[in-house]
């Protein structure tokens, strides 16, 4: 069933990132449970560092917020130091993995075709990817935004069945607007998001384009957050540091 694109059920994510020891991650979930306690209509995912999982597995058990990797490996297990499987994450309670940031692009390495592996593994596993595509600012500034966005979206979904794709939110992050203070006009971000509901449209099909989530990454606060929201085609954000404060981010997922 194809639902109307405003009225799906909005996805407010949390990249704490190289952040938070134990104590402090405990302190804040505490801290944000009260101040989302009317927040309705909304699916709301913290992915903090793997060493947070245990701690936070059992303080969000009864909770409506949702537990999330920033990243995995594609393969179950092997001869792969520092790394982590899709097995691990589900037995650590996580539900949601962030894929292809591009801080894992830039510092990292990681390539399209890398991505793709880990997506494909995420979904076999049912962990639901966030599948982060975007653009710099230099190839913003040379008009290849919507080319950069193309061939991203297909290498990443390469080989991606319309079966498969159902548990896939796409985040539109401009690098340029990531950790810098700047952020995309909501006029901005729309226009891609709405690309990018065009491209799902032509991979697959008008239900998957549909009924796909796409969310809005890049210096998201509780000052643009209602201006993002109100756009058809932004089914939500993911937020790096206005997430690591529990009332900003209890701003955001409760004006969402």
Same mark, same amino acid.
Not at 41 to 52: A, G, M
Not at 140 to 166: A, F, G, P, V
């Given at each position: ?16 990132? &190289?952040?938070? %020891?134990?104590? $402090? =991650? ?12 009317? =927040? ?35 393969? #179950?297990?092997?001869?792969?130091? *520092? ?12 539900? /949601? ?14 390539? %399209? %075709? ?7 593994? =995420? ?17 913003? %500034? ?16 390469? #080989?991606?069945? $319309? ?8 985040? /539109? ?30 991979? /697959?099909?008008?239900?998957?384009? +549909?009924?796909?989530?796409?969310? /809005? ?11 993002? &929201?109100?756009?058809? @085609?932004? @089914? *939500? ?7 690591? +404060? ?11």
């Amino acid at each position: 069933m194809t639902m109307s694109i405003s009225k799906m059920k909005a996805l407010i994510a949390a990249n704490w990132k &190289m952040n938070k %020891d134990i104590k $402090e =991650a405990v302190s804040f979930v505490k801290s944000f449970e009260k101040l989302i306690k009317n =927040a309705k209509n909304i699916d709301i995912v913290i992915c903090p560092p793997f060493t947070l999982f245990s701690e936070l597995n059992q303080l969000l058990k009864n909770s409506k917020i949702k537990l999330g990797a920033q990243n995995m490996h594609f393969e #179950d297990k092997g001869t792969f130091t *520092g790394e982590i499987s899709p097995l691990m994450l589900k037995d650590a309670g996580c539900e /949601y993995v962030i894929l292809g940031h591009s801080e894992r692009r830039q510092y990292f390495n990681e390539t %399209d %075709d890398l991505i793709n592996k880990k997506v494909k593994s =995420a979904l076999r596993h049912n962990l639901k990817p966030i599948l982060c595509i975007g653009e710099t600012l230099q190839q913003r %500034d040379n008009n290849k935004t919507r080319e950069i966005i193309e061939n991203q979206l297909i290498n990443c979904l390469n #080989d991606i069945n $319309e079966n498969e794709i159902k548990n896939l939110v796409v985040a /539109y992050e401009p690098v340029w607007a990531i950790g810098t203070g700047k952020n995309a006009a909501p006029e901005q971000a729309e226009e891609v998001h709405k690309f990018i509901r065009s491209l799902l449209l032509k991979i /697959y099909n008008k239900k998957i384009s +549909d009924n796909a989530r796409i969310i /809005y990454g890049g210096s998201v606060k509780p000052e643009n957050i209602k201006c993002l &929201m109100k756009m058809k @085609n932004i @089914n *939500g954000t993911l937020v790096g540091g206005a997430s690591l +404060d529990p009332k900003s981010f209890a701003e955001i997922c409760n004006a969402a």
